[in-house]
């Protein structure tokens, strides 16, 4: 278990992010959790003392919103997420996770200003589509594996449906419940667990459910409008982050 108090000041933003997100608010931004965590200690071991606390964290959402979703959206995507992670472990040894994070990030960039600049300005919503959400899905499952990047996938498929912002929140902890419950299997198998990692992220638990139940209490009280606004901020922001980190990865590399 780590002591240090360096560790610390990086693991309570980390956590405060991704409960937040895990909440329901600020989407995508979870994902910043492991690479502010990967500023003291290395990126593998930020994923595995993450893990476990994404999965209390899975388990206090799907409280919550155990009866707020979308049913069609979750029976697109759901399977094709498994099928995503079950590429993602097969071809482990051959994906280059830099690559994989410029990719979502330069899609994530895109998507953002084609809300911005276009689609914000049609009156309906997109309707449901079962090709596009087997694909968004099987992309989301495939980069939640190799990289924790499975966010932005999800919500280029999910953002545009506009459904109610509880409907939406609901939808998308179920499926990353789900995600997360079906990577342990290969994450175990690739020695993602030990002691140290368990018991470290057992100290952050409470902190991490306090966060979460806040993220689900601003979801609540926050204007829709605000909420999709914010939605796709965090989208452009976490897709420039994305971007950054892999191409400056490949060009060192």
């Known amino acids: 278990m780590f002591t240090d108090i360096a560790f610390y000041a990086a693991a309570l933003p ?55 979703f979308d049913r069609r959206t979750l029976v697109v995507m759901l ?27 330069v899609i994530s960039i895109l998507f953002a200003l084609n809300y911005w600049f276009g689609d914000r300005l049609r009156a309906k919503p997109m309707p449901p589509n079962s090709t596009k959400g087997a694909f968004w899905g099987t992309l989301a499952g495939f980069t939640s594996f190799v990289s924790h990047a499975g966010a932005p996938p999800f919500q280029m498929y999910a953002l545009p449906l506009r459904l109610d912002k509880q409907v939406f929140v609901g939808t998308s902890v179920i499926f990353f419940a789900v995600t997360n419950a079906v990577k342990l299997v290969p994450y175990f198998f690739l020695g993602q667990f030990d002691a140290a990692n368990l018991s470290t992220a057992a100290v952050l638990f409470p902190f991490a459910a306090l966060m979460t139940v806040v993220g689900i209490w601003i979801v609540r009280v926050i204007d829709q409008s605000l909420f999709y606004g914010l939605s796709y901020i965090f989208v452009m922001v976490i897709g420039l982050k994305l971007t950054w980190d892999g191409a400056m990865s490949l060009l060192v590399h």
């Open 79 to 105: 399977p094709a997420s498994i099928v995503g992670i079950t590429v993602g472990w097969m071809t482990a040894a051959y994906v280059k996770e830099d690559f994989v994070r410029l990719l979502v990030g």
């Open 14 to 68: 980390a956590v405060a992010l991704a409960g937040l997100s895990k909440g329901g608010f600020g989407g995508a931004m979870g994902m910043l959790a492991v690479p502010v965590l990967a500023l003291v200690i290395s990126p593998i071991q930020a994923a595995g003392i993450m893990l476990p606390i994404l999965l209390v964290m899975d388990g206090i959402s799907l409280f919550f919103y155990r009866r707020i």
